[in-house]
T-cell receptor, first 116, second 107 residues
């Protein structure tokens, strides 16, 4: 596709349920990032995939959060046993590495997660 | 670890210059970035600067980098109401973002 695609665009879930958020990066982009943006807050780094290297998981807030990237393309962010504080917009971005202008990341429109 | 700090709000009058400031901690960052987020829209790259540069100009935008103080700024000349948005600075390969500065431009 032309840009980064995230699905679903909106998700309402009950506290305690598991959710999966999907990101389809731009074809050929080797780097993929997940962020969380809470209401009125900045972008909180969650996890970063770069090619075949081990992902940088240093931003995951708890062991309820996990992410995988299959075949170097699609990524899924999973939140287990959701809590109300998990409510936020989850943003995915992808980029090439060391392109002519450095790493320009292209963002999806995000998944708005509401835990009730 | 990496950390990026920005002031949260800036209000200017149309036609004035806006200066948005950012401090960062990772001295090894090769590139530093400014992204813009408009209401209801995704983030888009505005401009970037390579770490061996002190200044970069791109039309109405001027980026200044002080590596010694780890300070980055974005100047918008002749600010317009359409520039109202949240501006984020970001550093590094894994793109650590600041909290964002909400720019409000009054006519």
């Amino acid at each position: 596709g032309a840009g980064v695609s995230q699905s679903p665009s909106n998700k309402v879930t009950e506290k305690g349920k598991d959710v999966e958020l999907r990101c389809d990066p731009i074809s050929g982009h080797t780097a993929l990032y997940w962020y969380r943006q809470s209401l009125g807050q900045g972008l909180e780094f969650l996890i970063y995939f770069q090619g075949n290297s081990a992902p940088d998981k240093s931003g995951l807030p708890s062991d309820r959060f996990s992410a995988e990237r299959t075949g170097g393309s699609v990524s899924t962010l999973t939140i287990q046993r959701t809590q109300q504080e998990d409510s936020a917009v989850y943003l995915c971005a992808s980029s090439t590495i060391w392109g002519a202008r450095g790493t320009e990341a292209f963002f999806g429109q995000g998944t708005r997660l509401t835990v009730v | 670890g990496e950390d990026v700090e920005q002031s949260l709000f800036l209000s200017v009058r149309e036609g004035d210059s806006s200066v948005i400031n950012c401090t960062y901690t990772d001295s090894s960052s090769t590139y530093l970035y400014w992204y813009k987020q408009e209401p209801g829209a995704g983030l888009q790259l505005l401009t970037y600067i390579f770490s061996n540069m002190d200044m970069k100009q791109d039309q109405r935008l001027t980026v200044l980098l002080n590596k010694k103080d780890k300070h980055l700024s974005l100047r918008i000349a002749d600010t317009q109401t359409g520039d109202s948005a949240i501006y984020f600075c970001a550093e590094g390969g894994k793109l650590i973002f600041g909290q964002g500065t909400e720019l409000s431009v009054k006519p």
